[in-house]
């Protein structure tokens, strides 16, 4: 606990200092994990020159990234927190009055700091048996204590950044009824002991006690990365049978990020902030207005084209629908198109984001499923092209029967030419992913790595970025870096308890008792998904219900690719769902639109997404046809 001692620390006027000192620890670390980001890049970057230009591979990068991925996915942490980054479900939460939240916000800050003091002291026992064992790394031998202490080191900055939060936080206790506090206190800590400790302990039903433990965290509002901490600590508690059995949380975050195939994720995601700073989103519907504007609705179908061309890049829906969204609404509307509809189109047309490759998703899953990720990419592109027509006939029928919008002139070549000019470096990026992982010069991995590399010398270049504002844009990836490193690693960690409390073996055990049908499982599964998808993101449920779902779907001989697809038209179904659709609440915030306006646009869109999914589910080989053709 907090003492008032401590709390006067950071609330008097010489505390300053040392709430600055922390703040200061959190943003230099969050500096190192953009150079790192950076460094990343470039090295993987010339070791697919070196080997794909002068066929002359390296012996060292493959390493050196490794390190440089462990060490900045950890050293974000703090950053992100200190910047709110990590994700809450606060679906009840938002609904308790102001001084139950503040008091909730409190416990999950609690909540935070006990699984960082748990990293912290692991870690210092990791890295001290590290040094005595003289650990050495596979390739250049370098012993591997110093990469383990920057883990410790970026926890023990984790926890000083939650402890200063909370002793702000504490003040807000005096103006909060203490029979309130206390209440609630004892709710939630009553809550975590019996389903934690007691009934495991005490019943034969400790998965689904872990189950509900996992539920009750995320609902009362603690971050997600950190209440599936939180329910991994308990888990091994209770398997281990003793304190010293939650060693493997940071060794099993250790090697989770000992993947060079994880390197893509927090590179696309950089690759993203990259293009949304760049204007390219205005070029880009320049570009495609040129082509179709003249067609019924054509602005739309620019909008739906915008945002498939930028899909294609940034890998994340959100910033799809923001980034697109930003420049095309105030446009669509001021030339007579229905607000409602547009605002359905841009909530819509920003969900290809997870599907058309780069994915963040996809990455997600090929790594808890261990599936090829470059296999999963480019599944995703037929049904892509598939979801971005439905989407703009969708469009085309809605202003057809409305009459609500304003025809462009045909434009002449010259002018889409000139268009193509301008638009033409950010046409050329997916191009340069796609088809590097199609003909095999590079993998997935690396081919995020080229992408950063292509998108700075544009920024550098093209844009006239200096390289510190470069670095300064390197933060805004850095904060989802931060929550990314967490779920990851505490998922994971999380997986390895399922498979031993053999939660999938019960499943399938009780699918084959039943006779379930392959199909109803699937089609159960499907709206499952899509309901979850209202409250979680694409990243959150992969990470909790692939552990589960995929040795079941294997016993079952259904193809995990083609899943991939089905399961990431279903993250794209629940991010335009209401109540809680993510979205949908991003084009609120940037059109000021009110929310059941947006609900009323989405919903013809929601069913174009639909028959794209059928299709999908009954025809594999939309999915599965062109990456077995792969080099």
Known sequence: ???????????????????????????????????????????????????????????????????????????????????????????????????????????????????????????????????????????????????????????????????????????????????????????????????????????????????????????????????????????????????????????????????????????????????????????LLDFTAKWVGHLPGGMAVAALASCAIFAAISGSSVVNAATIGLVAIPILVEMNYDRKMVCGLIAAGGTMGILIPPSAAMITYGVVTEESIGFLFIAGLIPGILLFLALSAVAMILCKISGKYQPLPKAPWRERISNFKQAVWGLLMPVIVLGGIYTGVFTPSESAAVAVVYGMVYMIFIRKMSLSELFELTKDSTKTVAMICIMMSAALALAKIIAMLQIPQAILNALIAISLPGWLLIVLVMVALIVMGMFLGAMEITLLTMPILAPVLTAMDFNLSWFAVLFTLNMEMGLISPPFGLNLFVVQQISGTPFEDILAGVWPFAIGMLVVLILVAFFPCLSLWLPSTMG
């Open 1 to 283: 606990m907090i003492t008032k001692a401590a709390e006067a620390s950071f609330s008097d006027g010489k505390s300053n200092s040392l709430s600055t000192i922390i703040d200061t620890i959190a943003n230099g670390l969050a500096s190192f994990t953009g150079i790192a980001i950076i460094l990343c890049s470039i090295i993987a970057t010339f070791e697919v020159v070196a080997r794909a230009v002068f066929q002359y591979p390296t012996t060292w990068t493959h390493e050196v990234i490794i390190w440089l991925m462990i060490a900045f996915a950890f050293t974000s942490v703090a950053y992100g927190l200190k910047e709110g980054s990590h994700v809450r479900v606060d679906a009840i939460t938002k609904r308790f009055s102001k001084e139950t939240r503040d008091i909730l916000y409190l416990i999950s800050l609690v909540f935070v700091l006990a699984y960082g003091l748990i990293f912290v002291y692991f870690s210092g026992l990791m890295v001290v048996d590290s040094f005595r064992s003289k650990e050495t790394s596979d390739m250049l031998l370098a012993p591997l204590w110093p990469l383990k202490a920057v883990i410790f080191v970026a926890m023990a900055a984790l926890c000083l950044q939650a402890l200063k939060m909370i002793a702000q936080k504490l003040p807000v206790l005096s103006g909060i009824h203490p029979a309130r506090t206390i209440l609630v206190s004892i709710l939630m800590a009553g809550i975590f002991g019996l389903l934690g400790i007691w009934i495991p302990e005490n019943t034969n039903f400790a998965p689904i006690s872990f189950l509900l433990l996992l539920l009750f965290m995320l609902a009362s509002g603690t971050p997600v990365g950190f209440a599936i901490g939180m329910v991994t600590c308990t888990g091994y508690y209770y398997l281990g049978g003793s304190f010293e059995a939650l060693i493997a949380i940071p060794e099993i975050a250790y090697w989770s990020w000992d993947s060079f195939t994880l390197m893509a994720l927090p590179l696309f995601i950089f690759v993203g902030h990259i293009m949304l700073k760049s204007g390219i989103a205005r070029d």
